[in-house]
């Protein structure tokens, strides 16, 4: 690495996604929606690669 190694802790956030949707708000029951539509094939998609395919 060249240079000064310059740290930027405050460059990475560690607010949680879901606490900046009110939990009313519509855009939150769109997502929940499509990720439960989704809930199949990420079963699948994971089941594969925890076998190591």
């Known amino acids: 690495m060249r240079g000064p190694d310059i740290h930027q802790d405050t460059l990475f956030s560690t607010a949680s996604p879901a606490g900046q949707v009110p939990k009313d708000h519509p855009l ?7 990720l439960l539509a989704l809930d199949e ?6 089941a594969d690669a925890a076998n190591g395919s």
């Open 41 to 46: 094939d990420f079963d699948d998609l994971y």
């Open 28 to 34: 939150r029951q769109l997502v929940d929606m499509a």
